[in-house]
């Protein structure tokens, strides 16, 4: 299990992203698509277009760093489009994107208020 900070930025990229390319490359793409610093301490997550593996790079203050994870079996939920081409998470929503669970906010249930 990896513990993320509280404060940690997570940003999702959008879409589909090719799998082939490393740290380097994906750090290039966060600087020319996304329109951000690749080395500011934020995390940036990539998925494929089979769904079933997603890459993170983020700058720890001296390196670059790439973690890699592949799912036995599902998909990993991601959105198609927006806007800017990516969508920031909270550490909490990032950790259940690792488990391979569902990270979008659920929808709000109304509660009733009285009990009969």
């Known amino acids: 299990m990896i513990t993320l900070a509280p404060g940690l930025r997570v940003y999702l ?11 380097v490359g994906l750090a290039m793409l966060v600087q020319q698509t996304l329109a951000e610093n690749p080395f500011d301490g934020a995390v940036f997550a990539f998925r494929g277009r089979r769904a079933g593996l997603i890459k993170l ?5 001296v390196g670059l760093c790439m ?5 036995e079996r599902g998909q ?9 081409g990516r969508i920031m998470l909270s550490p909490a929503q990032l950790a259940a994107l690792l488990d391979g669970c569902e990270w979008r906010a659920q929808t709000a249930r109304r ?5 009969g």
């Open 13 to 23: 990229a959008c879409g589909v992203t090719d799998m082939r390319k490393g740290m």
């Open 111 to 115: 509660r009733p208020e009285l009990a």
């Open 67 to 71: 973690l890699t994870k592949r799912l």
């Open 57 to 61: 790079i983020w700058h720890d203050g």
């Open 76 to 84: 990993f939920t991601w959105p198609s489009a927006s806007a800017t």
